[in-house]
């Protein structure tokens, strides 16, 4: 017997909710055995931790005098551990179970605010998806994310119920992100001035904010928090790495996340649709839902979003969020078909969903068994044959390879030049020399590449076409000779080293 009606999305049956509640699980797909290329000085700097301690020293580079800030420390050595025992899959399996935590929470928190099941749904998902789409990677943000996203969960569940309890999380955050990734430590504090910000009562004219909750109690968690940051092996250097990491011309211009958001790049376009999609939506729904902390949540993110790339997580782990206040009154009706089914058609049904789950899931593993990559020559391969060639040298070898490469032989056993560790070869951080800008200057072509290298006595270069000017003058010096080279990469060799077997 079927009968049709109509009804709110709000009493939609359950079914329906369960379909858009759990669609952000096709994020899964987007998660792959593909290693980012952070993972190859991470992988390394995790090992030496697990078997020597913490170190003070650099390891990794040429230049053993640089001090050093393992700002991600408590990723280093997880990354090591599920690595050297289960490859790859270890690392996509953790990634996985950072992306399951953040579904959950995003929708938590989004229905926390709106309390509106199809409007938390939509938001959650966009947020999701934006978020594994390019952050969920083996980089510690796929950590931070979530640790934020619980920060905002323990604020608004205070906000909502008036129970301090939920206040201890946020220190507990605090301990974890600082360790975890130290450069983001601080922007715990920032998410958390919007809602202290409208802790406060205020009245100008027609204008009226009621405290939205204890002023004081957000104070001593502020505190409490501020002092869990020195629970780390770095002390405060830790916690003010972000002012020594940040704002350098010569991160900005090799850095691709540092640099402003521009609508010219995919990254770029997604973000500025996104944001006009808002603003179409805003227009025409003309609702009148506002809160102080949401408006400051969203346009704050906002701001460092269109700064730089790297900010652009930030303001989806909040904006959708936030936004979600402004639609909690959304809603429409459809027209539904209902017919009463018997048992065994239930128990059909249930088993029909397990199925599709099933392979949903194991359709899922199947691309991280494949590593649901291209077999075509990468970069990487490249790279394996110059390794292969180091292999096969009996002498000391004095490595330069560039930016976007020292990681990987880094990973390898080797000691180059510099690496992907763009802050570490500041002065202000490594106390010795600014490496950094040198290497910035060489490649622009500022800086004499023949005295660069006679002041390295470097006997194998890697260089790609990134240092047009270091190629040009390796070619014309009589002193190396170019041994390899592909589509990604030259290698060169000093020729005196010949004369010296």
Sequence with gaps: ??????????????????????????????????????????????????????????FLSMHSNMDIIVQQWLIDVVFYELYSKLGAIGIAAFIALCYTALMVLMYKLCYLISDNWFTSAICAFIADIFICGIYMTSRPQALTFVLLALELFALESYVKTKKAAYLVIIPAVSLVLINA??????????????????????KLKKFEQKPCCSFRALLITGIISFAMGFINPYGIKAMTYIFTSFGYK?????????????????????????????????????????KTRFVLLFFGTLILAVMNYKSIGLFIITAPAAYSYYLKDLDFSFTVTESKRTKKEKTRLAVLVSLLICVCVGAAFAVYISGSGSKEPTEYDSLDKAVEILDNEKEDIVLFTGFDYGQ??????????????????????????????????????????KEFTKKYGFTHLIVNKNEPYLYKELLSDGDYELIYKDSYIYMFRQKSLDNAK
């Excluded at 797909?29 to 650099?58: A, C, H, M, Q, W």
Aim: charged share 20%; net charge negative; aromatic share 18%.
């Design 408 to 449: 990987y032989l880094e990973f390898k056993g080797y000691h180059p030049y510099i690496d992907g560790r763009a802050e570490l070869y500041l002065k202000d951080n490594n106390n010795e020399f600014d490496y950094l800008k040198e290497y910035y200057d060489m490649i622009r072509g500022e800086l004499d590449c």
């Design 181 to 202: 990734h130290a450069s983001m430590w601080l922007m715990l504090f920032v998410l958390a001035l919007p809602y202290a910000a409208e802790s406060i009562p205020i």
């Design 1 to 58: 017997m079927e009968n049709t009606k109509k009804i709110s999305v709000k009493d939609a049956p359950k079914e329906f909710k369960l379909l858009l509640i759990l669609l952000p699980a096709v994020g899964y797909f987007l998660i792959t055995l593909t290693l980012d290329n952070d993972f190859y000085f991470l992988y390394p700097t995790g090992e030496y931790i697990v078997n020597n301690g913490f170190p003070f020293k650099d």
């Design 250 to 290: 010569e991160i900005n211009g090799l850095v691709f996340e540092m640099q402003p958001t521009k609508p010219t790049h995919v990254f770029g376009i997604l973000f500025y649709v996104l944001i006009l999609s808002v603003a179409v939506i805003t227009v025409i729904t003309r609702y009148k839902n506002f």
